[in-house]
């Protein structure tokens, strides 16, 4: 895979991720509680509508290092990523090489 697409890719999963980010702000104004919220699924595929469904504690804990997606099973593009975490209804995933240097780069433009 070259360098470019794996760029296109870790920058369709930000897409997801910023998606989900604002999920996470409307459901914290309604208190830190276990309720379970629906994310979308973060991959590559600027098609999918999949859904996640983790509470607000999981997905901070997605979200302690900027290069880690949540993604519905079956969807781990291993080009690009690898499974750090398994779940019942999906996975945990680390960005690999460009795509993770990416993600950071994101990340950090995000919080600037």
């Known amino acids: 895979m070259e360098k470019a697409q794996k760029v296109r890719l870790a920058r369709n999963e930000d897409l997801f991720r910023q998606v989900n980010e604002r999920i996470d702000d409307l459901a914290a104004n309604h208190g830190d509680d276990s309720h379970v919220y629906e994310f979308f699924c973060e991959c590559s595929d600027v098609a999918c509508l999949e859904r996640v469904r983790l509470s607000l504690s999981e ?5 302690d290092d900027p290069t880690r ?5 079956g969807h781990v593009l291993e080009e690009i ?11 945990l995933i680390e960005k690999d090489g460009v795509a993770g240097d990416v993600a950071i780069r994101l990340d950090v433009d995000v919080a600037d």
């Open 59 to 63: 997905y901070a804990h997605v979200r």
């Open 81 to 91: 990523e690898h499974v750090i975490e398994p779940a019942k209804d999906h996975v």
């Open 69 to 73: 997606f949540v993604v519905v099973k």
